[in-house]
């Protein structure tokens, strides 16, 4: 079907997401497309474009005697000037959590101690950190807020001049809390197709085949191949969660720059639990520690293994960027699963 469906010109169509990217990776789903089709990786992954100075911020609060917990991938992500596991090393109180929810219970069962909750992600985990605050955690508790918005990023990409994009295959987990209506400005303003795809292996290739059949028919749209998870409108009550705990700013993305009204910002009611408020951190270097190609892979200029380092000096356990650091990043996930890639 696909390959009845791809014209004769190529055509680049790319996701953000690093769910999508192993599912395409570890079941050799480029093998199965067309030579002239291109499924690239975007910045699809919360960890890879976490900007060097909020990990400068997480460091600064350990430095100052807080308790900072985070998720396991942030640990190796480098700063200006280090990472977190290295601050640990020299005496920093950094622990590893699973969810928000476990360093709220920290809080709780350690009153003597100031803690603060690194919390990173897109629009899927947003929700549930707007509801704690919402609950009112203890007051040793508060939050250095990176979450970033997925929607006005894809946005951005398509004014980089040397960068060609002829579909989109959107995350269905954003999609399941935000609704298929922040996609619609791709089709309208554009004219751009975008489909709305699940994870498994089926879901991508038949979102693959939406995509083409919008380009065959040259009317671009939004197609919800995920249906059995997203409604057009979201989760009104995550999305009300959001509204209350959050107001919407301009945020940096590591590789790719500032980009508007990207970013959560936790409102000023409450600014008690907002640690840049709180403890007064104010970061002076605002440089982002990558290697000569990071940026290139993470806004989908360049394919993993097309970086020099790749495999040779660069692994996961020797990572020189973010993206082979997080089990989300493309150069993580290709070093993994990319054999059938690479073979191919
Ligand atoms: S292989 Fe390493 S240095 Fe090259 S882009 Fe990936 S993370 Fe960066």
Known sequence: MLRKLAPEYKLKFMHVCGTHEQAITRFGLRTLIPENIEVIPGPGCPVCVTPGEEIEEAILLAKQGVSVLTFGDMFRIPGADGTLAGEKAQGGDIRIVYSIKDAVEYAHSHPEKDVVFFSVGFETTAPSVAAEVL????????????????PPMMELLLGIGDMRIDG????????????????????????????????????????????????????????????????????????????EAFDIVGGQ???????????????????????????????????????????????GKLKPQECPLFSKTCTPQTPKGPTMVSTEGACNIYYKYGALDLEA
């Open 135 to 150: 609950n009112g955690p203890p007051e040793n508790f508060s939050l250095l807020v990176s979450h970033r918005l997925i």
């Open 168 to 243: 989109w295959i959107c995350p269905g987990h954003v999609a399941t809390v935000i609704g298929t209506e922040p996609f619609e400005l791709f089709p309208r303003v554009y004219n751009m197709p975008t489909v709305i795809s699940g994870f498994e292996p089926i879901d991508i290739l038949m979102s693959l085949i939406m995509l083409m059949t919008q380009v065959q028919s040259k009317k671009p749209r939004v197609d919800n191949e995920y249906s059995r998870s997203v409604k057009p409108k979201g989760n009104p009550r995550a999305k009300k969660l959001l509204e």
């Open 253 to 299: 993305w590591r590789g790719i720059g500032k980009v508007p009204f990207s970013a959560y910002k936790l409102k000023k009611e409450f600014k008690e639990y907002d640690a840049r408020e709180k403890y007064g951190i104010k970061i002076e270097s605002k440089k982002d520690i990558l290697m000569e190609s990071c940026h290139l892979v993470i806004n």
